[in-house]
């Protein structure tokens, strides 16, 4: 399709349970990135991903981050044991290639951690 | 530490007036300097691109002007519209799609 497609749309999750979220990047394109907005205004690049390989993993916290992106598979980003400040929107984007006009972002999951 | 800074949190405009929107930069590696326009519970939607190599870039009623030594970029919106009313980010990279650095956003409302 021609949207990046982010589930679920809202995530409710105790601290210290697991959060998993979902992207699938539009057809064609060979880039992902991810990113967390928190307090509304502030991006994160968290990593990114030239098809399934790490392109980019410079933001990811080293502790209970993990993202993937399998062939036939939507991209994933897991959180375990999530904490409080977790709290935030995480925004997928995908790009057809490192030049051009941009990436298309998802409309993002908002995780809560109660 | 903030490399892209939005010195202004909200903007006010009459309709038929020129927007400005204003970002400033610290890091002298970026070479790529895009703007998002952003509404609430949506994902950021990309409005126009300039490269370092360039001073200006224009498209439809969005121009970006790029002052490298000043480390200063701008997106003029003529005519402004109701519909233009929405957050404006900023963003930066040190090459054209790797990772993005953002400022905090400008909240521009389009009055009729």
């Known amino acids: 399709g021609e949207e990046v497609a982010q589930t679920p749309k809202h995530l409710v999750r105790g601290e210290g349970q697991k959060a998993k979220l979902y992207c699938a990047p539009i057809k064609g394109h060979s880039y992902v990135f991810w990113y967390q907005q928190v307090l509304k205004n502030e991006f994160k690049f968290l990593i990114s991903f030239q098809n399934e390989n790490v392109f980019d993993e410079t933001g990811m916290p080293k502790e209970r981050f993990s993202a993937k992106c399998l062939p036939n598979s939507p991209c994933s980003l897991e959180i375990q044991a999530t904490k409080l400040e977790d709290s935030a929107v995480y925004f997928c984007a995908s790009s057809q290639s490192v030049t051009g006009t941009g990436y298309t972002f998802g409309s993002g999951t908002r995780l809560t951690v109660v | ?112």
Request: aromatic fraction near 12%.
């Open chain 2, 1 to 112: 530490d903030q490399q892209v800074k939005q010195n202004s949190p909200s903007l006010s405009v009459q309709e038929g007036r020129i927007s400005i929107l204003n970002c400033d930069y610290t890091n002298s590696m970026f070479d790529y300097f895009l703007w998002y326009k952003k509404y609430p519970a949506e994902g950021p939607t990309f409005l126009i691109s300039i490269s370092s190599i360039k001073d200006k870039n224009e498209d439809g009623r969005f121009t970006v002007f790029l002052n490298k030594s000043a480390k200063h970029l701008s997106l003029h919106i003529v005519p402004s519209q109701p519909g233009d009313s929405a957050v404006y980010f900023c963003a930066a990279s040190s090459v054209a799609g790797y990772a993005l650095n953002f400022g905090k956003g400008t909240s521009l409302l389009v009055t009729p």
